[in-house]
Every structure is written in structure tokens, then in C-alpha cells.
């Protein structure tokens, strides 16, 4: 056991730096309205980063952040550590990780234990993975007990997170399988919903969130199949000896057959051009999340390159803290199959609280009065879903919880080359499928109309298309057999010139669409201000661009915006967003692609890879707090 460094809280403090106050006051190119400039007041050590690699190296890859403004914690997606960062950002000091038994932070000895009634899950090729829960089920005749060949069994805990797969650097990382990926946050603080690598939602009990006691992990929700990372080398993964030492498995489970000889290893191969189509592949990283914080209904994206869809799942249960959203089978893996339905066809032992699935799958029509679209145009040519690889794909479709049980799933909407939202049902000539070839973005849900909108960075053919899809829930239509037809795409907003990634509301029915760039297209910078309902675009900003994430922050009525792609170097863009006018661009560093904005200070937290801007934190990485002046 390690001793965790990391939290000793009094040593930690010693190295947060202030950077001095020293914005520039009347700035002729500073941009904002009041004369003054914005400046890194604050550089955050990430515990446990440094440059020789021991243990973890420099806080180089990191993903999305959240701020918790009741709590005053900032959450942190960090790769290299395999945990979540926790940021206090009253005292500027990381105050506790959050992460699994692998986690290089913390060397795993504060791991998230899970809920000892969570199965674990499998990959698209059966096998089991330790980027879920690892529990011993056994009691129970018949049911599984975590093992994975070299000494893996069953130990109680969160597996944690894979972490940035191949390579810390933006430009040769292999983004799709990496994780912690995207985060949510519950408006009381107490619920963190955390995407994973493994194609699945971790969702952690914050009410005991302090070094001594790591919250606990209540749900690993499983949108669609995990990539094989660990592979079987010299056995099944599921097999009689090792997983069910009361017996063989319940009639119908099906134990792995294939070995898998490569690992994750052939699935990144195959991200060289192949667009991830190794079956171990199976449907990559779930991601970029938005939560309806009255029906508490999820949204999340597995969203890279090839067959993008989202998936709406019911956390009430587990916000509720009366259900863990298990499997159909509860001591079975999530995933394995379970059985065929009277066709032949595999039922999975999916997850009970999943509403629907969408699919950018270039379908030919998108019928929204049926549970399952493969009907009329789609009938014997689109699957829904439809996988995107060899192994199976998502947790929807005809009798996905067992023969007559069917789970909501539709296509993305339809569309002309041109972005124009057609007739869905009845396109017409020139119209065709959406697709999502440079991945689905960021979501927000929009409270005035019950809504989720989802940026599509390139919707058609035409890679100059990009759109924001509003998608109704459908939560109490019951034009199906007396239930919901589930969720559907009922309008899509073309964003002209803009790669759209990320989307957040501000004042009112106003809502901030980030543009970036993507597949050798570079489009001068251009963010729009849109209405929710209509897709209005009420104001075009273009003093800022090549934008991933944005934030809108209450307390100063501002949009902030986490500029990366900025043709002049990255930048924090900021927005005022009563008047909807540009007021600074503030220097970041490489790949600063995340903010988030705690509104009792203002104060702007941007995670930033090793450079001068962390001063002297400059080897290290650090979390940098920036201010107006």
C-alpha cells in the first residue's frame, strides 16, 4: 500500500502559486467592456503529475470538467492520473480523486467501492473487463464472480478508468478509447455521473466525497459494448471453473467462446484509417453527457467517428438511491447474452432503465410512431440498432430485455445535403439519413420545452453541414400499445460554417453553440447565440473560434468559452451574455479545450498541459484559475 500522497492537504497547499494580479487595465485589445484584462491569478498543482513519469508523468490529457457551486468543488477528467480530479475552489487546493482500483493517483488504494449488488460487464466479444464493477456474485447459484487471467478476481471496487490510450498527446492519442471522458453533476452536488471508456456511465454517491472515505459507486450503466481492452490471452474470461463455482451458469447464458489473442491493441490498429472497425472495437467511449435535472433523465453520446447515437437512460432510481439501473439478469454480467428470442436473434442481458436510443446511421427514413424503426423504408435493410462493427452495438432494439420486451430505438433525423430538416417519415427526393462523421458533441437540455439539444459537428456528406438536433424524450407519449415510442429527433437547426462541439443555455431561451474545426477544414471563427425553440441564430460572435467546450456562468451573466483551435493560439474566450458582444480572449495553452466557472467568485478554472502559462508548475501540468481585473 502507497501512502497517498496525493491528499495530504497541508503539503498539497504549499504549492498552490498565485500568479500575481497583474491583468493589463485599459487594453485597447483586450476586448472587454470595462476597460480591464483577464489573468491567470492562480495555478492548481493535480497531485501526483510530474515530469519523470513516476507516477504518472505530466497532467497532459485531461478531458472535461464540472463545477459543483453549492459545494464549491470543481471536477476534473484526468487521463494520466485514471481518477477525477476534486478542485476546492474556495482554497484553490485538490482536495480528493475519485477512480478505481487501477488508478495511478492514489496508486488504487482509495479506490470507489461499488455497490456490492452491481454485476460487471463484458465486451462486445463476451469477455469480461475490469472497467466496471468487480464483485463476487457467487452466492447467489449460478451467478458470476469476477475474474480476469494474471491474478484479476473479485475485490469489491470500481475498476476505474483506461486512461489515455496509447499516447498522452493530443495529436496521436486514441481518443475514442480513452477515458474519464464526460461529466454531469446533479443541481444538489451529491450525484456525479462519470462517461467511461467501456462504453458505460459510472455514477458516484458524493454524500461521503472527503480523502478518508472515496464516494461510492451506485450505478455503471452500460450504453453499448466495451472494447475488449483486457482480451482473454490463454482462456475464456467466463468460464465454469472460474466464474461460477456454484455450478454452471443459468440456462441461456452464453460464456465467451472467442479468445481474444490482440487486446485493445488491434482496435487501435485499426483507428489508422480504418475508423475503429476491429470488432474489439465494439461502440468505444461513452462521452459528452446532459442531465434534466426534474425528470432526471441522462443524456449521453458515444459519439466518435463512425456509427455515432446517443442514449437517454432513467436515473431516478439511482439519484433516488432506490435502484443501481441493473441488468435483467442482476447476477449475471451486464452485456453477456442471455438467450435468443423465437428468430435466433441474441438477447443481451441489458441495463433495466435505458429509454431509448438514436442512431446516425444514414437510415432512409426516421418513422417516430414506432418503439423500433426498421419499418416501411428502413424494413430488411436498417437494423435498429444497426452495429457498427462485428460485435453488437448499443442496448436498445426488438426484445432487448427479453422475447416481447421491446426498447425504443430510432435514427438520426433526416436531412438534405444542404443541412434542411426534411419530412421524416415521407422524405423527399434529395433528402438522406444524418450521419455523424466527425462525431456527436456537447448537449444541453432545455428546460423551457422539455428538449435535449445535441451538437452534430457534420451531419451530411458535406463537411461544411453541422447542426444542433432537438430530441424530445417522449417520457409521457403512449402512441405505442399504451407506452412511449421513445425518444426522437423532431427538429435539427443548421449552424452554417461551424464544426458544432459543445452547447450551453444562458439567459433565458438563448443558447451558446461552440464551433471547431475538423477534417483539413478551418472555418474563421464563428459562434453563434441561438434561441432553443425555434434555432434561431440571434447573434453570430467572431472575434473567437475553434471552440470544444463552453460554460455559462450565472453569477456574472457570461459565457466562457475553452478555445483550443484559436487561429492565433489558444485562448479563454469570454461573451457577455446580456448583449451578446465578444469582450476578451485571454491565452491559454495546447489543447485547453475545458472551463468551467464556479459564480460565487467568477473565477474561471481551465485545466492546462505542461507550459509557462502553469509558471512554476511549468513541467508539471496545473489547473489555472483566471479572473477579470
Known amino acids: 500500500?502507497?501512502?497517498?500522497?496525493?491528499?495530504?492537504?497541508?503539503?498539497?497547499?504549499?504549492?498552490?502559486?498565485?500568479?500575481?494580479?497583474?491583468g493589463v487595465k485599459n487594453c485597447p485589445v483586450c476586448?472587454?467592456?470595462?476597460?480591464?484584462?483577464?489573468?491567470?491569478?492562480?495555478?492548481?498543482p493535480v497531485p501526483e503529475h510530474n515530469p519523470t513519469g513516476e507516477p504518472g508523468g505530466p497532467f497532459n490529457s485531461f478531458d472535461i470538467g464540472v463545477m459543483d457551486p453549492v459545494n464549491h468543488k470543481f471536477y476534473v477528467s484526468d487521463r494520466v492520473g485514471l481518477v477525477v480530479a476534486v478542485i476546492d475552489t474556495n482554497t484553490y487546493i485538490s482536495s480528493d480523486i475519485i477512480g478505481g482500483a487501477n488508478s495511478v493517483s492514489g496508486g488504487g488504494d482509495y479506490a470507489s467501492t461499488c455497490d456490492p449488488t452491481i454485476p460487471p460487464i463484458v465486451s462486445g466479444l463476451g469477455n469480461l473487463t475490469r472497467y466496471g464493477c468487480r464483485p463476487d456474485l457467487s452466492t447467489t447459484p449460478g451467478g458470476v464472480r469476477f475474474h480476469l487471467p494474471g491474478g484479476f478476481g473479485p475485490?469489491?471496487?470500481?475498476?476505474?478508468?483506461?486512461?489515455?490510450?496509447?499516447?498522452?498527446?493530443?495529436?496521436?492519442?486514441?481518443?475514442?478509447?480513452?477515458?474519464?471522458?464526460?461529466?454531469?453533476?446533479?443541481a444538489d452536488g451529491m450525484t456525479l455521473f462519470v462517461a467511461n471508456g467501456s462504453s458505460n456511465v459510472v455514477v458516484f454517491d458524493l454524500s461521503t466525497n472527503t480523502p478518508s472515505a472515496p464516494p461510492k459507486t451506485i450505478a455503471t450503466v452500460p450504453t453499448g459494448f466495451s472494447a475488449d481492452y483486457?482480451?482473454?490471452?490463454?482462456?475464456?474470461?467466463l468460464d465454469t471453473a472460474n466464474n461460477y463455482p456454484n455450478g454452471a451458469p443459468p440456462a441461456g447464458v452464453v460464456t465467451a467462446g472467442t479468445l481474444n489473442t490482440t487486446g485493445i491493441a488491434g482496435c487501435i490498429e485499426s483507428a489508422n484509417g480504418r475508423a475503429f472497425s476491429d470488432p474489439t472495437c465494439a461502440d468505444l467511449r461513452a462521452d459528452e453527457m446532459a442531465y434534466d435535472e426534474k425528470d432526471h433523465v441522462l443524456l449521453v453520446a458515444n459519439g466518435d467517428p463512425g456509427l455515432a447515437f446517443v442514449t437517454l437512460i432513467d436515473m431516478s432510481g439511482v439519484v433516488g438511491r432506490t435502484s443501481h439501473c441493473l441488468?435483467?439478469?442482476?447476477?449475471?454480467?451486464?452485456?453477456?447474452?442471455?438467450?435468443?428470442?423465437?428468430?435466433?436473434?441474441?438477447?443481451?442481458?441489458?441495463?433495466?432503465?435505458?429509454?431509448?436510443?438514436?442512431?446516425?446511421?444514414?437510415?432512409?427514413?426516421?418513422?417516430t410512431n414506432v418503439k423500433v424503426d426498421d419499418v416501411l423504408l428502413n424494413a430488411g435493410v436498417v437494423v435498429c440498432p444497426d452495429p457498427s462493427t462485428a460485435s453488437p452495438s448499443g442496448a436498445s432494439g426488438h426484445n432487448a430485455r427479453g422475447v416481447g420486451v421491446d426498447v425504443p430505438c430510432h435514427h438520426g433525423p433526416m436531412l438534405t445535403t444542404a443541412g434542411a430538416f426534411c419530412d421524416q417519415a415521407n422524405p423527399a427526393a434529395g433528402c438522406v439519413g444524418a450521419t455523424a462523421f466527425a462525431g456527436i458533441g456537447g448537449s444541453a437540455f432545455n428546460p423551457n420545452t422539455g428538449h435535449f439539444l445535441v451538437t452534430n459537428s457534420n451531419a451530411t456528406g458535406d463537411p461544411r453541414v453541422g447542426t444542433v438536433d432537438e430530441i424530445d424524450p417522449k417520457l409521457t407519449d403512449t402512441t405505442c400499445g399504451g407506452s412511449s415510442c421513445g425518444p426522437v429527433v423532431v427538429n435539427s437547426f443548421l449552424m452554417p460554417k461551424c464544426m458544432p462541439t459543445s452547447i450551453v443555455q444562458g439567459p433565458g431561451n438563448n443558447f451558446l453553440v461552440g464551433c471547431g474545426d475538423h477534417d483539413g477544414i478551418t472555418f474563421a471563427p464563428n459562434e453563434y447565440i441561438i434561441d432553443g425553440t425555434s434555432g434561431n441564430i440571434l447573434a453570430t460572435i467572431t472575434n473567437v473560434g475553434g471552440v470544444d467546450e463552453v460554460w455559462y456562468n450565472s453569477g456574472d451573466s457570461r459565457y466562457y468559452l475553452a478555445a483550443r483551435d484559436m487561429p492565433a493560439g489558444p485562448v479563454m474566450g469570454v461573451i457577455d451574455a446580456k448583449s451578446n458582444q465578444w469582450l476578451a480572449n485571454v491565452t491559454t495553452g495546447a489543447n485547453s479545450h475545458s472551463i468551467a466557472v464556479d459564480p460565487s467568485t467568477n473565477h474561471a478554472f481551465v485545466p492546462l498541459q505542461a507550459g509557462?502559462?502553469?509558471?512554476?508548475?511549468?513541467?508539471?501540468?496545473?489547473i489555472g484559475v483566471f479572473a477579470q481585473q
Request: net charge negative; aromatic share 8%; hydrophobic share 35%.
Open 612 to 622: 509557462p502559462n502553469c509558471t512554476t508548475q511549468s513541467a508539471n501540468g496545473c
Open 155 to 186: 475485490n469489491g471496487l470500481f475498476g476505474g478508468f483506461p486512461g489515455a490510450q496509447c499516447c498522452a498527446a493530443r495529436a496521436n492519442g486514441v481518443n475514442p478509447l480513452s477515458a474519464p471522458d464526460g461529466e454531469a453533476i446533479t
Open 230 to 237: 483486457d482480451g482473454c490471452y490463454s482462456q475464456p474470461c
Open 327 to 367: 441488468p435483467v439478469l442482476t447476477d449475471q454480467p451486464y452485456m453477456i447474452q442471455i438467450g435468443t428470442d423465437s428468430a435466433g436473434n441474441p438477447i443481451y442481458n441489458f441495463p433495466t432503465c435505458i429509454l431509448g436510443q438514436i442512431y446516425y446511421d444514414t437510415a432512409a427514413a426516421n418513422n
Open 1 to 22: 500500500m502507497r501512502p497517498r500522497i496525493l491528499l495530504t492537504i497541508p503539503l498539497t497547499a504549499l504549492f498552490v502559486i498565485l500568479s500575481g494580479c497583474g
Open 31 to 44: 476586448g472587454t467592456t470595462t476597460g480591464d484584462g483577464y489573468t491567470n491569478i492562480v495555478v492548481i
